[in-house]
């Protein structure tokens, strides 16, 4: 109804079907993952971008005033937003180092970003003295929420399906911090879950102790933002047959 009133749509051309990737996020949550489950579930520690696979470890970095950067848009996509994307993941990654080695009777699992597969064993590396970490790149997404019962990550894509899950989500943020305000302002985790943020090492290990519920309009307000109640599994294959063309059988 949003995008048919804001954007002037004829109704009639339209269906709201959801999303595959969301239908198939409800299958797991309430069939359980294809891949099976662990024997014990785990803290899920997760990160937003490539470390050692980024182009920043080696290029010329370059200056900016952090005060500045509110007059701009975060898109990701300029070199300065690549930059500072690399330096947070950077700070994040040192903070979770240090909260794993402060409690290692928890069992974390821990995910770097998808695209570091060949960098996978430097990530070995420094979790090497670490019996409590496991560290998975093989598995979907999904397959790391469902046999994990906390997620810690930055505020993306990752923190909104960890709370469609069902998993205790926190992402770390500080709101003091020009260069933070700047990459995340804007997204929705900020915006529905603003007590479920970590600004520090310390906020970090206390919540590991804790289970803090996400509000529940909050909850109703994604689902509806994500149409998670819509069953794109079904839906699209019906509007396909409806279809007067033979354009899917072609």
Do not use: W
Request: hydrophobic residues 30%; positive net charge.
């Amino acid at each position: 109804n949003e995008y048919v009133n804001n954007l002037k749509l004829d109704s009639e051309k339209y269906q709201i079907t959801g999303d595959l990737r969301y239908s198939f996020l409800n299958l797991v949550k309430s069939k359980g993952h294809f891949e099976g489950k662990f024997h014990q579930k785990s803290t899920l520690i997760s990160l937003h971008s490539p470390i050692f696979r980024s182009k920043f470890r080696y290029m010329k970095r370059i200056k900016f005033d952090p005060k500045k950067l509110q007059d701009q848009q975060y898109t990701g996509y300029s070199i300065l937003d690549e930059q500072l994307m690399y330096d947070y993941t950077k700070e994040y990654l040192r903070l979770a180092i240090k909260v794993i080695k402060r409690n290692p009777k928890i069992n974390f699992l821990f995910r770097p970003y998808p695209s570091e597969n060949e960098y996978v064993r430097y990530y070995k590396k420094i979790f090497k003295k670490y019996k409590n970490v496991k560290i998975d790149l093989d598995n979907d997404i999904f397959y790391c929420l469902s046999n994990c019962y906390q997620t810690f990550c930055p505020s993306d894509n990752v923190s909104l399906e960890s709370v469609m899950m069902g998993n205790s989500t926190y992402v770390y943020c500080d709101f003091n911090n020009d260069i933070h305000r700047y990459i995340f302002k804007d997204h929705p985790f900020l915006n529905l879950f603003k007590k479920n943020i970590f600004k520090n090492e310390t906020e970090f290990n206390n919540l590991l102790s804790t289970e803090k519920n996400i509000e529940l309009d909050s909850q109703i307000r994604l689902k509806k933002m994500y149409g998670l109640d819509n069953d794109a599994f079904s839906i699209i294959p019906e509007i396909f047959d409806k279809c007067k063309n033979n354009f899917v059988n072609n």
